[in-house]
């Protein structure tokens, strides 16, 4: 009893910590949406295990209702997973969430299978410390590696590899996180786009080419 009393501290402690619009823990438990999709899935998820499937898919609907969350009660979510702000997230059924993740509004964990098989994994693996960013689409039976970061809005449907960024549609590495240990929404303004850098590059070099059939 204590070491649950001890978890769900260390769960608010997480929100004021990572929230900079939350100031206490009793804030973080009456004011978090996505906290509180959180725990609807806990206890739709108890009873999933115990094979009241029905009532927790009916617990676990009420709780999208109430908070803008759905997510499934048969998914895997380890301990302090935060979700900020809530609004639209769709977790899938078949996801596995390791431990002191952050996502933010708006993310989809969704599967892209048609496979109708009862058990095949249809939805990502996130791995420990991963950050995602508001308005990203994971999608498949795909592995976000530790620490990496997903930037806001992206669509990732292959593999990331641990500590890496990605960003954009379709997803693509940047090394704009390197050395940096949080990052709000999976993007940092520091570094540009490795795409936006060719486009400068081919443009010049279009330029070029335009100056020498001009002399010609």
């Not at 709780?63 to 803008?68: A, D």
Request: proline share 3%; hydrophobic share 40%; glycine share 10%.
């Amino acid at each position: 009893m204590k070491s649950n009393f001890k978890s769900f501290l260390d769960e608010l402690d997480l929100i004021v910590a990572k929230d900079p619009a939350t100031s206490n823990r009793l804030e973080a438990f009456l004011c978090s949406s996505g906290y509180h999709g959180i725990l609807f899935y806990r206890f739709a998820h108890i009873l999933w295990k115990h094979n009241w499937k029905l009532t927790a898919r009916l617990i676990s609907q009420f709780g999208r209702f109430l908070t803008g969350v759905e997510i499934h009660p048969g998914a895997k979510i380890g301990k302090n997973f935060f979700i900020d702000h809530g609004m639209g997230t769709v977790i899938g059924e078949t996801t596995v969430i390791g431990d002191n993740v952050m996502m933010y509004h708006g993310v989809t964990l969704g599967g892209i299978s048609s496979s109708s098989k009862k058990g095949a994994k249809r939805h990502p693996t996130i791995e420990d410390n991963v950050i995602i960013g508001s308005g990203a689409q994971v999608l498949g039976p795909i592995t976000i590696g530790k620490n990496a970061k997903i930037g806001a809005n992206a669509t990732v449907v292959k593999d990331v590899a641990p500590d890496t960024t990605v960003i954009g549609v379709a997803a693509h590495k940047t090394d704009a996180a390197k050395g940096s240990k949080f990052m709000a929404y999976g993007i940092s303004l520091k570094s540009p786009d490795p795409y936006d850098k060719k486009l400068e590059e081919l443009e010049a070099k279009i330029a070029e080419l335009e100056k020498k059939l001009k002399k010609l």
